[in-house]
């Protein structure tokens, strides 16, 4: 019974310890053996993406459209950046390669929200609802101008769907 009681005491021990190391990797030796393994961690995947140029605004960096998790999301990389003169910049999904200056009503578009930051790394969740397949761009507009700061025509990264 002790012998039972020290295995199970063990063993939880040992899933106790390795749980936090997800996504690490991890070496270990014993006496005649060495290896290493990987523990899987959901890594992203990207469905699409583009760079960024100028509409009304210097805008630059580049831009992917991933799946992590079973979600998707939009990306910008730590290269963005667009003019820091919009008062209310927001991200744009538009079904046009190259969308308009300005939008006479935003029938073509989705806007997934008020842009984070002027510069650097961001992320959007992009809802499940949302067919990718009817976009091609992604926009930077000013919502109180009605002016397309920047956008990139967005390509898909393999032949499949990327809905």
């Not at 393994?37 to 990207?46: F, Y």
């Not at 939009?74 to 003019?83: K, P, R, V, W």
């Not at 308009?100 to 009503?105: D, G, H």
């Amino acid at each position: 019974m002790k012998l039972h009681r020290w295995v199970l005491l063990t063993m939880t021990a040992t899933v106790l310890s390795i749980a936090p190391l997800a996504g690490k990797t991890i070496s270990h030796a014993s006496g005649l053996t060495q290896g290493s393994m990987t523990i899987a961690q959901s890594q992203p995947s990207a469905i699409a993406s583009g760079s960024f140029v100028a509409g009304e605004a210097p805008t630059t960096g580049t831009v992917r459209i991933i799946t992590q998790g079973g979600h998707r999301y939009l990306e910008f990389d730590g290269a963005f950046s667009t003019s820091d003169q919009g008062p209310d910049l927001h991200v744009l999904l538009d079904a046009t390669a190259q969308p308009p200056a300005s939008y006479e009503n935003l029938g073509s578009a989705i806007n997934l929200g008020a842009l984070s930051s002027f510069t650097g790394s961001q992320r959007y969740p992009i809802p499940d609802s949302i067919d990718l397949n009817e976009f091609q761009s992604v926009v930077i507009w000013c919502r109180m101008a009605n002016a397309t700061f920047g956008y990139a025509p967005l390509r898909p990264a393999s032949s499949a769907s990327v809905r």
